[in-house]
């Protein structure tokens, strides 16, 4: 089983859908949980950082349920902006960015 | 605007070649990372410096070789490489302690022929 899975996709959706994502991962001990963006040839950003209570960034929201291993983003009112590889990240270990490990990513297509 | 800058940003070189990448950050951190990214796959781990000490080497073969001279500057030496290696080439850093997120550069586009 891979460390962390997301559903490669892609999700082709019109503007103004809302979508979500689920990620799951396999180590129960892990302690922090990240959506980063990627667009296409560029690098990675930030999106969020995923809380155990849930948080919200404007149109973006992030749950995460240590009981059944998963975090998921929605996106509600899809722009054409948002179109790029959502990528689930986990670190098992809190205190250190060293062991960050990326999902393969999910791609999101916003169609006019 | 990334406080992690890459360069070169494209780079084709044949498989006896030796070149070498570099990476430096101005946002203060205590750690860098290298990551490969082949198409279609998850980033990848290579090396881990903390505090100019690598302390992590995720079995990388031997003709990918990282130098950190200081805690700002991170490269990675390349020599007789396979076409197997183009892939995407990404410097990060972080701070150290707390629930830290990475900073990725632009990344080094790596073709071997």
């Known amino acids: 089983r891979k460390e962390v899975e997301q559903d490669p996709g892609p999700f082709n959706v019109p503007e103004g859908a809302t979508v979500a994502f689920n990620c799951t991962y396999s180590?129960?001990?892990?302690?922090?949980f990240f959506w980063y963006r990627q667009d296409c040839r560029k690098e990675p950003k930030l999106l969020m950082s995923?809380?155990?209570s849930g948080n919200e960034d404007g149109r973006f929201t992030a749950q995460l349920n240590r009981a059944s291993q998963y975090i998921s983003l929605l996106i509600r009112d899809s722009k054409l902006s948002d179109s790029a590889t959502y990528l689930c990240?986990?670190?098992?270990?809190?205190?250190?960015?060293?062991?960050?490990?990326f999902g393969s990513g999910t791609q999101l297509t916003v169609l006019p | 605007e990334t406080g992690v800058t890459q360069t070169p940003r494209h780079l084709v070189m044949g498989m006896t070649n030796k070149k070498s990448l570099k990476c430096e950050q101005h946002?203060?951190?205590?750690?860098m990372y290298w990551y490969k990214q082949s198409a279609k796959k998850p980033l990848e781990l290579m090396f881990v410096?903390?505090?100019?000490?690598?302390?992590e080497n995720n079995s990388v073969p031997s003709r990918f070789s990282p130098e950190c001279p200081n805690s700002s500057h991170l490269f990675l030496h390349l020599h007789t490489l396979q076409p197997e290696d183009s892939a995407l080439y990404l410097c990060?850093?972080?701070?150290?302690?707390?629930?830290?997120?990475?900073?990725f550069g632009q990344g080094t586009r790596l073709t071997v022929v």
């Open positions: 990240v986990v670190n098992p270990v809190s205190g250190s960015a060293r062991q960050l490990t």
């Open positions: 995923v809380y155990s």
């Open positions: 180590n129960s001990a892990s302690q922090s």
């Open positions: 410096y903390n505090f100019k000490e690598q302390t």
């Open positions: 990060a850093s972080s701070p150290q302690g707390g629930n830290t997120e990475a900073f």
């Open positions: 946002l203060g951190h205590n750690a």
